[in-house]
């Protein structure tokens, strides 16, 4: 996926977005951080082709995105929303979870499948018979990630995945995440949760609809110049005083282990 000279905004209002452009390699992940307003939300629109750009392009390959029919942008990238209340629609999981890979015309075999592994893996076995709209909140984000997850397309697009999870819901994210790693499939996910975007292979950073930054998580955190909000590890090793940087518990255990096995620590 490739993003060219992106500038879009709403109405007579000033663009939410101005000139953005990066490129993903295929089976890569990239966080997209920034405060509110920062045009998160509207550059994942853009990336799915429910938002037209007011200059700029988007291509799948060597494709524009705009040249896409819908429902052959549907094979290419997925979405996941901030609120799963503006995804779901029917009043049976199972239902739900079926419907767009039953419009696209798949085997039921094939659906079956996809639907018996997305729930197993997103926690939601126990609801397939239920009426999503009777579930939590943190529960029917999970629903609509299992959707998504069926789709089995080759850009994954999450919106705030983490929000409303509780420590097992995040969990689960995570093996998610991993999972559409080893099938190949590029992921794009806004967040505001600094832990997740340190595990991603690259970040973009931005600020009133500008590109402030675009790289390595590593190395964007410890760029004083950015002020981002940082991860715990990173933070904990800074306050113990650590000289590396540290992103995992890991990081933090190696960095302590000679301190600790001379006793100065």
Known sequence: MRVDNL??????????LREVSFALEAGTSLAVVGPNGSGKSTLLRLLAGLLSPQKGTVFVGDCPMASLRPSRRTRHVSILFQNPDDQIFASRVSDELRFALSLAGLAPDVI???????????????????????LSRARRKRVCLASVLMMETPLVLLDEPLSGQDAAGRQMVMQVMDALGARGS?????????NLAASFDSMLVLGSGHVRALGDPRSLFSDPSLDLPLPDALALGRRL???????????????LRPSVASGRF
């Open 112 to 134: 079956e499948k996809r639907m018996a592994h997305a729930a197993s893996l997103c926690g939601i076995k126990g609801d397939l018979e239920s009426n999503p709209h009777d």
């Open 7 to 16: 500038t879009c905004g709403y109405g007579d209002g000033a663009p939410v």
């Open 241 to 255: 005083g650590l000289q590396r940087p540290c992103f995992t518990e890991n990081d933090i255990f190696d960095a």
């Open 186 to 194: 590029s992921v794009v996910a806004v967040t505001h949760d600094m």
